[in-house]
Nanobody, 129 residues
Framework: VQLVESGGGTVQAGGSLRLSCVSS????????MGWFRQAPGEQRERDRE????????????YYKKSVEGRFTISRDNAKNTVYLQMNSLKPEDTAVYYC???????????????????WGRGTQVTVSS
């Protein structure tokens, strides 16, 4: 399985970015997907912070409280792609953003990094004040 993120960059506070993650290697539509982020200086996968998750059908979503109302996760199963639309960005949103694929077919979308077995390499998001 390969996950490739794109769409990161540098924006001013209040701006917007749209991240994309393209999946290949197994049936994308069978798996819940998640977005996590990791602040500068943190190395371990376990330190990655949950941001948002979406069920394999796309009908259920769940967000970290601090991004609720600003970020929107969505997916296009025909394009094997999951998105994260980020609006009203704040400096504290600065991080490397990773997409991840749930480890189980039809598994319940989760905020725990331990339930995801494949990860992308990340895309940097920098929000300046």
């Amino acid at each position: 399985v390969q996950l490739v993120e794109s769409g990161g960059g540098t924006v001013q506070a209040g701006g917007s970015l749209r991240l994309s993650c393209v999946s290949s290697g197994r049936a994308f539509s069978d798996y819940a997907m998640g977005w996590f982020r990791q602040a500068p200086g943190e190395q371990r996968e376990r330190d990655r912070e949950f941001v948002a998750t979406i069920s394999y059908t796309g009908s259920n979503t769940y967000y970290k409280k601090s991004v609720e109302g600003r970020f929107t996760i969505s997916r296009d199963n025909a394009k094997n792609t999951v998105y994260l639309q980020m609006n009203s960005l704040k400096p504290e949103d600065t991080a490397v953003y990773y997409c991840a694929q749930h480890r189980a077919i039809g598994g319940t979308s989760s905020s725990s990094s331990y339930t995801y077995d494949y990860w992308g390499r990340g895309t940097q998001v920098t929000v300046s004040s």
